[in-house]
C-alpha cells in the first residue's frame, strides 16, 4: 500500500501479523515437503517449486538467477541420490536388473513403512526395501546368495547415502529460501 503522504510503502499491523502468519505456515509446508524425500518422492523439487509460486505472488524476493541455482541444487541431489544407490549395487558386484529391483523396493518399503515410528518408519522402509529388492531379482537371476547379499549390501548403503546427501541439499536449499521469504 503507498502512503500518500510520504510516498512510502507502508501496511498496518494487522496486515503484517498476516503476512507474518502465511510465511509462516509456508515455511512449515516448505518443512514438510523436505520430508517427502524420505519416501523417495521429489520433496527438493516440491521445495522449489512451491519457491516459485510464492516468488510469483512477491516478485521482489529472488532473481531468475537465484532461481536457477536453485535448480541446478536440485538436479545435483537427484543426480547424486540416483548415482550412489547404482554405485554401491555396482561396487559389490550388483547387476542393471538388480539396480532397479533396489530402486522399487525403496519405493515401496518406504510406502509400507511409512506409518510406522512417527513417519521415520518410510526411511527405515527405504533402505530395507532397497536392500529387499536388489538381493530378490539377483537371486531370480541365479546369483549365489552370497553374491546377492553382498550387492544388496551396497545398494542399500548407496541408497543411505544418497538419501543423506539428498536431505543435505534440501536443508540447503531451506535455508537459502526461508530468509528471502521473512523480508
Not at 167 to 175: D, Q, R, T, V
Amino acid at each position: 500500500i503507498l502512503c500518500p503522504m510520504k510516498g512510502k510503502s507502508y501496511v498496518s499491523a494487522q496486515e503484517q501479523k498476516m503476512a507474518d502468519l502465511f510465511a509462516g505456515l509456508y515455511t512449515i509446508l516448505l518443512i514438510l515437503c523436505l520430508g517427502l524425500n524420505f519416501f523417495g518422492l521429489p520433496g527438493n523439487w516440491a521445495i522449489i517449486g512451491l519457491f516459485a509460486i510464492w516468488k510469483w505472488m512477491h516478485p521482489e524476493i529472488a532473481t531468475w538467477l537465484f532461481f536457477g541455482f536453485l535448480i541446478i541444487l536440485g538436479l545435483v541431489g537427484e543426480g547424486i541420490e540416483f548415482g550412489a544407490s547404482v554405485w554401491g549395487a555396482k561396487k559389490y558386484g550388483g547387476t542393471s536388473k538388480g539396480n532397479m529391483g533396489a530402486m522399487i523396493g525403496a519405493i515401496l518399503g518406504s510406502i509400507v513403512l511409512a506409518p510406522f515410528l512417527l513417519g521415520f518408519g518410510a526411511l527405515v522402509g527405504a533402505f530395507a526395501g532397497a536392500y529387499a529388492g536388489c538381493f530378490l531379482i539377483e537371486k531370480l537371476q541365479g546369483r549365489t546368495t552370497v553374491e546377492a547379499k553382498k550387492a544388496a549390501l551396497g545398494a542399500m548403503w548407496g541408497k543411505v547415502f544418497g538419501v543423506v546427501v539428498k536431505l543435505g541439499i534440501g536443508i540447503g536449499i531451506l535455508s537459502l529460501i526461508v530468509p528471502r521469504m521473512w523480508v
